[in-house]
C-alpha cells in the first residue's frame, strides 16, 4: 500500500537525505483499506518537526495530499518543500505528481493535460498500440509476455553483468544505435510458440535486424518453433534453459558494445 516518506531536512531530494543521513528519514506505511487518519498524520507532522503554531495545519495538508493521491490515482505525490511560515502558515512550495497510466480511462482530465513532447518517444510510440513499455539506458532490448516475466528475465541481464534497455511484457523496442542485443523470453500457454517465432522471424526480415536475436521458448508448440527458426536462417539464437540464454545475450552485448567502443564492424554468425 501507500508509503508516506518524510524528512525534517531539506535538500535536492529525499534520496540524498537517505543516503547520508537515514536515521533523518520518516517512513508511516498506510493501510490502503482504512486510509490516511488524523492520528498518523499528526504523528507525521509531529515528527517532520513542525511548531505547535502550524501543526493543525500542517496536519490538514498531510490528509489533504493523501486524499489527492488516491482520488487522482497518483503513484507519487512528492511534495519538495513543504515549509512553514513566522505565522504557522504551512506551504506546498513545489509538486511532483505522477499518475497510474491503468486509471486513465477514469482520469480523462489528468490525461488530457499530457504533454507528449515531455515523454520517452519510445514509450508514447509504445503507448499507441496498449503495449506496456518503459524505457531504460542498457543495451540488451527485451521482449517478453507477462509483466512477472519481463522482471525476472531483467534480474538475470543484471545478475550476469547487462543492462536492460527496456520493460516490455508484450512487444516493442528501443532505438536501433542503443541496442545491441536482443532477449526474447517467452512461455507458451493459449499463445503457441510456433506462432510467436514466426512472428520473431518476419520481425527480423521486415526491419532488417542486424543485432544478435536470443530466443528461449517454452511451452505449446515449442518443437515447431524450434523447427521454423533452424529453418529461417536468421542471426537467432535459440537456447532452452532462462539462465544460459541470460548470460549469452549479455556475452554478446559486451562484445558488440567493446567492437562499438574502438569503431570496429562485428557480426555474429550461428555455430555450423
Not at 540524498?16 to 508511516?28: F, G, H, L, R, T
Not at 515528527?47 to 488516491?70: C, H, P, W
Not at 512487444?171 to 517465432?197: K, S, Y
Request: hydrophobic content about 45%; overall charge negative; glycine content about 8%.
Amino acid at each position: 500500500g501507500p508509503v508516506i516518506i518524510a524528512s525534517s531536512q531539506g535538500g535536492v531530494d529525499i534520496e540524498s537525505v537517505a543516503a547520508n543521513s537515514p536515521d533523518a528519514i520518516i517512513k508511516s506505511p498506510i493501510n490502503i483499506f482504512n486510509g490516511l487518519n488524523e492520528k498518523q498524520a499528526r504523528k507525521v507532522a509531529q515528527d517532520m518537526g513542525f511548531s505547535q503554531d502550524s501543526l493543525d495545519e500542517a496536519v490538514n495538508n498531510i490528509l489533504r495530499l493523501y486524499k489527492l493521491f488516491i482520488e487522482k490515482d497518483c503513484t507519487l505525490l512528492e511534495i519538495n518543500p513543504i515549509a512553514e511560515d513566522h505565522d504557522g502558515k504551512v506551504y506546498c512550495m513545489d509538486s511532483k505528481l505522477n499518475f497510474d497510466d491503468n486509471a486513465a480511462f477514469r482520469q480523462k482530465d489528468v490525461f488530457d493535460l499530457r504533454d507528449w513532447s515531455q515523454e520517452d518517444p519510445r514509450e508514447v510510440q509504445a503507448s499507441k498500440f496498449n503495449l506496456n513499455y518503459i524505457g531504460l539506458t542498457g543495451s540488451i532490448g527485451c521482449l517478453v509476455n507477462g509483466a512477472g516475466l519481463a522482471m525476472a528475465t531483467m534480474d538475470l541481464i543484471k545478475y550476469h553483468g547487462g543492462q536492460p534497455a527496456n520493460f516490455l511484457d508484450v512487444g516493442g523496442g528501443a532505438t536501433a544505435e542503443q541496442v545491441l542485443a536482443i532477449f526474447v523470453n517467452i512461455f507458451g500457454g493459449i499463445m503457441r510458440c510456433d506462432v510467436i517465432a514466426k512472428g520473431i522471424i518476419q520481425a527480423t526480415q521486415k526491419l532488417s535486424v542486424r543485432v544478435p536475436v536470443v530466443l528461449r521458448l517454452q511451452g505449446t508448440n515449442v518443437s515447431e518453433a524450434k523447427d521454423l527458426i533452424n529453418q529461417s536462417a536468421m542471426k537467432i539464437f535459440a537456447v532452452d534453459d532462462l539462465q544460459e540464454a541470460a548470460q549469452k545475450v549479455v556475452c554478446l552485448s559486451d562484445i558488440a558494445q567493446k567492437a562499438k567502443d574502438i569503431n570496429v564492424k562485428v557480426e555474429f554468425e550461428l555455430p555450423l
